[in-house]
Nanobody
Framework: QVQFVESGGGLVQPGGSLKLSCVAS????????VGWFRQAPGKEREGVSC????????YYEDSVKGRFTISRDRAKNTVYLEGTNLKPEDTGDYVC??????????????????????????????WGQGTQVTVSS
């Protein structure tokens, strides 16, 4: 059974940058879609970005497009989320999540559909504990 551990959160000034890590154990991530989600106090959880680990195909929510980059290191079984030009509204508890997706299914319906739909629906089986990001001066 896969487990995720996030790290890299902290306090950063507006306009600054931060790189979060999501390290997986228990399973190799090659056949997984992994996503980053965030939740600010008093607000609902929202999707940030997701990635098809095998080929690195990414999806970004509009709120972070152009400022955040999701990537993966298959050798380290790790998915990263790097944010630049951070804004106070990026503050939140950032959690990574993942689910295994069959390669045949991806080929049939397309990687864009798979990654985007899973990200928008937060359709993931396993979730980490989160790491707090605070953007404030």
């Amino acid at each position: 059974q896969v487990q995720f551990v996030e790290s890299g959160g902290g306090l950063v000034q507006p306009g600054g940058s931060l790189k979060l890590s999501c390290v997986a154990s228990g399973r190799i991530l090659d056949d997984f879609v992994v996503g980053w989600f965030r939740q600010a106090p008093g607000k609902e959880r929202e999707g940030v970005s997701c990635i098809l680990v095998r080929n690195g195909y990414p999806y970004y929510e509009d709120s972070v497009k152009g400022r955040f980059t999701i990537s993966r290191d298959r050798a380290k079984n790790t998915v990263y989320l790097e944010g630049t030009n951070l804004k106070p509204e990026d503050t939140g508890d950032y959690v990574c999540a993942g689910s295994e997706v069959g390669s045949t299914y991806v080929e049939l319906v397309g990687e864009d559909h798979v990654v985007q739909s899973m990200c928008r629906k937060a359709d993931f089986k396993t979730w980490g504990q989160g790491t707090q990001v605070t953007v404030s001066s």
